[in-house]
């Protein structure tokens, strides 16, 4: 339950991490924002677990896909 998960949250090394997709299709925002690739993503979720072994990852997105 929520209380579990808030313990979880205080006794491990965490990153939060947060993928706006809602905008990608939108041509307003096309020419400010270059949307990343799935392999940018898992690049960079790569580097962290080398760096922080074992951190716990919380993906958060707008998306529901």
């Known amino acids: 339950g929520v209380a579990d998960l808030a313990e ?5 090394d965490l990153l939060a ?3 706006r997709l809602g905008d990608r ?5 096309s020419s ?3 949307p990343m690739t799935a392999e940018y ?3 960079a979720l790569d580097l962290v677990r080398r760096e922080h ?3 716990a990852v919380y993906l958060f997105s707008d998306d529901p896909e």
């Open 41 to 43: 993503y898992r690049g």
């Open 8 to 12: 979880e949250l205080r006794t491990v």
């Open 32 to 34: 400010i924002f270059t």
């Open 25 to 29: 299709g939108d041509p307003r925002f």
């Open 53 to 55: 072994p074992g951190v």
């Open 17 to 19: 991490l947060h993928v």
